[in-house]
């Protein structure tokens, strides 16, 4: 899940401003659970494209 659509409960701010304690931890802890969270939906799936474009080449020339 990415954080930069959550909502603090305790502040009422985005997440990904950071702007109490309890943004800051949730920030960090969801940065930790996966290298690709911070990311947003689109840049994993342009992810996914190129890396499935990169298996076709490989694909090809073998």
Request: hydrophobic share 50%; aromatic share 4%.
């Amino acid at each position: 899940m990415t954080y930069d659509r959550l909502v603090c409960a305790n502040c009422a701010a985005p997440v990904e401003q950071g702007r109490c304690p309890v943004c800051r931890a949730n920030r960090e802890r969801l940065q930790q659970e996966s290298p690709f969270a911070g990311l947003n939906p689109m840049a994993l799936f342009a992810l996914l494209v190129v890396l499935v474009a990169a298996l076709a080449l490989v694909a090809q020339h073998a």
